[in-house]
């Protein structure tokens, strides 16, 4: 037994494949124009539903009719296993026949996957073993041996929900956490001691802001740092012709603070926590603020910071 096996032993887990899924599997591979894809189908099928059980085990939810593993048509056209996560994305499972040491991953699956999880079959299809995870890929093969465990899938997902989906403020569907700029300052301890005159702030009326332009703010508090006040974190988001989002951010001071202390920073990280953007508070500013523009599903991070002091919100598009 060569060392990648024997890691894989050490953390592969073992789950029987229920007659449900062998009858949903063989009913969708009987769609299929010729055995090689109906075979396709049918493993990618299995491999979805194992995935979906384990996950339902973990307490986590799953829709797999929004999958497209779960479209006549996109299992017709593609090679696709994929399993949706409410809130998270699109996880792909990848079956492999027992003794392989390398798993294909299409082309058509490296993009809009939240991770990739690989899923062993024998040829009985009694049982399957979940052998690990990959949070992305680049290449249309994957080593067994580059998987990481089953614990890592799932801080990896955990890790996920904590994002603030952007996508999903234009459909009107908002974090708890993120509330309306009006509900904020309409209460007392936060209703600013100044007024916003600047073309430059965002307007609190809605009324004058276009239908496409989406805003929710959040307080972040730095605790004594900032003299015992929280400041607001506004975002806004604008649709692009071009796919792109505009996105505009604000930092501002609230109740009886008229100005931001001089020091507090406002940073922009990308998904690999390099610093993309940066303002800095100075003397007398009321508010800082950045603005930029992204790709559909790309994550970033925004950090508000005083001294040693940071809280971080992690954004995807």
Same mark, same amino acid.
């Given at each position: 037994?060569? /060392? #990648?096996?024997?890691?894989?032993?050490?953390?592969?887990?073992?789950?029987?494949?229920? +007659?449900?899924?062998?009858?949903?599997?063989?009913?969708? !591979?009987?769609?299929?124009?010729?055995?090689?894809?109906?075979?396709?189908?049918?493993?990618?099928?299995? !491999?979805?539903?194992?995935?979906?059980?384990?996950?339902?085990?973990?307490?986590?939810?799953?829709?797999?009719?929004?999958?497209? #593993?779960?479209?006549?048509?996109?299992?017709?056209?593609?090679?696709?296993?994929?399993?949706?996560?409410?809130?998270?994305?699109?996880?792909?499972?990848?079956?492999?026949? *027992?003794?392989?040491?390398?798993?294909?991953?299409?082309?058509?699956?490296?993009?809009?996957?939240?991770?990739?999880?690989?899923?062993?079959?024998?040829?009985? $299809? +009694?049982?399957?073993?979940?052998?690990?995870?990959?949070? #992305?890929?680049?290449?249309?093969?994957?080593? *067994?041996?580059?998987?990481?465990?089953?614990?890592?899938?799932?801080?990896?997902?955990?890790?996920?929900?904590?994002?603030?989906?952007?996508?999903?403020?234009?459909?009107?569907?908002?974090?708890?956490?993120?509330?309306?700029?009006?509900?904020?300052? /309409? $209460?007392?301890?936060?209703?600013? !001691?100044?007024?916003?005159?600047?073309?430059?702030?965002?307007?609190? /009326?809605?009324?004058?802001?276009?239908?496409?332009?989406?805003?929710?703010?959040?307080?972040?508090?730095?605790?004594?740092?900032?003299?015992?006040?929280?400041?607001?974190?506004?975002?806004?988001?604008?649709?692009?012709?071009?796919?792109?989002?505009?996105?505009?951010?604000?930092?501002?001071?609230?109740?009886?603070?008229?100005?931001?202390?001089?020091?507090?920073? $406002?940073?922009?990280?990308?998904?690999?926590?390099?610093?993309?953007?940066?303002?800095?508070?100075?003397?007398?500013?009321?508010?800082?603020?950045?603005?930029?523009?992204?790709?559909?599903?790309?994550?970033?991070?925004?950090?508000?910071?005083?001294?040693?002091? #940071?809280?971080?919100?992690?954004?995807?598009?």
């Amino acid at each position: 037994m060569n /060392n #990648s096996t024997y890691q894989l032993d050490n953390f592969a887990l073992t789950l029987p494949i229920s +007659q449900s899924a062998r009858i949903t599997a063989q009913q969708f !591979a009987n769609q299929q124009p010729n055995p090689e894809k109906a075979e396709q189908v049918r493993l990618n099928t299995l !491999a979805v539903w194992v995935v979906n059980d384990y996950l339902k085990m973990m307490d986590i939810p799953t829709n797999l009719q929004a999958s497209d #593993s779960w479209n006549p048509i996109m299992r017709l056209c593609g090679n696709v296993a994929d399993l949706e996560i409410p809130s998270v994305g699109r996880l792909e499972c990848r079956p492999v026949h *027992l003794h392989q040491q390398i798993c294909s991953i299409p082309p058509e699956t490296w993009e809009e996957r939240v991770g990739y999880l690989v899923v062993q079959f024998d040829e009985s $299809l +009694q049982e399957a073993r979940l052998l690990g995870f990959i949070p #992305s890929v680049a290449t249309e093969t994957l080593f *067994l041996q580059q998987l990481q465990p089953l614990e890592a899938l799932i801080d990896h997902l955990w890790q996920l929900r904590q994002l603030v989906n952007l996508s999903q403020w234009f459909a009107g569907i908002f974090e708890a956490s993120w509330q309306t700029i009006e509900s904020l300052w /309409n $209460l007392p301890e936060l209703r600013p !001691a100044y007024a916003f005159r600047s073309t430059e702030t965002l307007e609190l /009326n809605s009324l004058n802001q276009p239908e496409s332009i989406t805003k929710r703010a959040k307080l972040i508090d730095l605790g004594i740092q900032i003299l015992n006040q929280p400041v607001m974190l506004i975002v806004q988001i604008t649709p692009e012709k071009d796919q792109q989002t505009s996105i505009h951010l604000q930092l501002h001071a609230t109740g009886n603070q008229i100005y931001l202390p001089p020091g507090v920073h $406002l940073t922009v990280l990308d998904s690999s926590g390099i610093v993309f953007l940066d303002a800095q508070s100075r003397k007398s500013d009321n508010y800082i603020q950045l603005q930029f523009r992204g790709e559909p599903t790309e994550q970033f991070s925004v950090r508000v910071a005083m001294n040693d002091t #940071s809280i971080t919100e992690h954004f995807r598009i």
